[in-house]
């Protein structure tokens, strides 16, 4: 049984940036493929970035390429989420997931959510 619990989040004003961390427990997290998801007020929950186990190849959704970065540092069994550039857009709430692949994007593997971490970039 995996526990993912996400913090990092906070208010911040447009250009600005944060870092959201995510602190995996329960399964070997070194092994897994990880990523980032975000859902704002009345909009579906959307994919933001993912990580691989293996080669720690990356991929973003295109809203945030160029001004996030995913991270992973298996050792302390965490995954980050580097955002910079902050729009209004971004406001949001944040979940890390154990992914897979899914065609073009990825989709969380367990259907296991953490309680996630805020993201309010006020303009």
């Known amino acids: 049984q995996v526990q993912l619990v996400e913090s990092g989040g906070g208010l911040v004003q447009t250009g600005g940036s944060l870092r959201l961390s995510c602190a995996a427990s329960?399964?070997?997290?070194?092994?897994?493929?990880m990523g980032w998801f975000r859902q704002a007020p009345e909009k579906e929950r959307e994919f933001v970035a993912a990580?691989?186990?293996?080669?720690?190849?990356?991929y973003y959704a295109d809203s945030v390429k160029g001004r996030f970065t995913i991270s992973r540092d298996n050792a302390k069994n965490t995954v980050y989420l580097q955002m910079n550039s902050l729009k209004a857009e971004d406001t949001a709430v944040y979940y890390c997931?154990?992914?897979?692949?899914?065609?073009?994007?990825?989709?969380?593997?367990?259907?296991?959510w953490g309680q996630g971490t805020q993201v309010t970039v006020s303009s």
């Open positions: 997931a154990v992914v897979l692949s899914s065609g073009s994007s990825w989709r969380n593997l367990l259907d296991y």
């Open positions: 329960g399964r070997t997290f070194s092994r897994n493929n």
């Open positions: 990580i691989t186990w293996m080669s720690g190849n990356t």
